[in-house]
């Protein structure tokens, strides 16, 4: 059976992706985890039962809570401090060892069992100072970005991942984005043991992990296309390109 894991799942996203996870794939084993840190989390556990989602109390900054659950298919991080505010009153330590910590502990457990992980990253990786040069045309509506831009990355589609990285983002920018590049790294070891294994003639088990485990999305660099009309919410989405991708990477793995 494939065992899936959603780190911060009582919150709006992961509680929304495991309900709908475990709609479409009654034969996967969806499960939960997280600490109920923000209020209102716990809301969520009586849909999260009736769906047949199992919770489980515990913090993505403690590697201990995470190295006692059983072995797993999948994992989905959608843990995090989201708050742009957060860390403004002098106290950073929940923010950055929820945001980089907690990543940093995901990875390990992806790791521990070769899993496949996806991370669910922000927008707000992208500096504040480029975002201030944006052209805007007034709609009726709304202000929409201009076509023609001076800023890398930017046009009417959106922000593309040439849009510059470099200044202040916030704190909660700031963690994500460096979660990132320890993912990018984790990746990166993975592909470079693989190669040096194949290079030596052992077997891929001998390595760390496979280079196909390692994925991450960012909300604004990344888009999902949806498979049918209209607008789809963003547990939706992240829902239904989950299943896809986790199919084809199984497949190619058998």
């Not at 840190?37 to 590697?63: C, I, M, Q």
């Not at 805007?136 to 831009?149: G, S, V, Y």
Request: glycine share 8%; net charge negative; charged share 20%.
């Amino acid at each position: 059976m494939s065992r899936l894991l959603i780190t911060g799942g009582a919150g709006f996203v992961g509680s929304n992706l495991a309900v709908s996870l475990a709609a479409r794939h009654p034969e996967w084993e969806v499960f939960v985890l997280d600490n109920l840190y923000r209020r209102g989390s716990e809301l969520n556990l009586p849909r999260l039962e009736a769906a047949g989602v199992e919770f489980v109390k515990g913090d993505v900054r403690e590697l201990d809570d995470l190295k006692r659950l059983p072995e797993l298919s999948a994992l989905i991080e959608c843990s995090a401090e989201p708050s742009v505010m957060s860390g403004v009153d002098g106290d950073t330590s929940y923010l950055v060892h929820t945001n980089l910590t907690g990543a940093y502990n995901c990875l390990e457990l992806a790791r521990r069992d070769g899993a496949f992980m996806v991370f669910l990253s922000t927008s707000r990786v992208y500096p504040v100072e480029p975002q201030l040069s944006l052209k805007l045309e007034e709609a009726p509506t709304r202000f929409e970005l201009a076509e023609e831009q001076d800023v890398a990355g930017a046009s009417a589609a959106g922000i593309s991942e040439e849009f510059p990285i470099a200044g202040a983002r916030t704190l909660y920018g700031t963690t994500k984005l460096a979660a990132e590049l320890l993912i990018e790294e984790y990746r990166g070891s993975a592909i470079r043991s693989n190669t040096s294994a194949s290079a030596a003639g052992e077997s891929r088990s001998a390595t760390c992990s496979t280079s196909r485990i390692w994925s991450t999305w960012s909300s604004a660099s990344f888009s999902i296309p949806s498979s049918g009309t209209g607008a789809q919410s963003t547990p939706a989405v992240v829902a239904s390109a989950a299943s896809r991708c986790w199919r084809r990477r199984r497949s190619a793995a058998s």
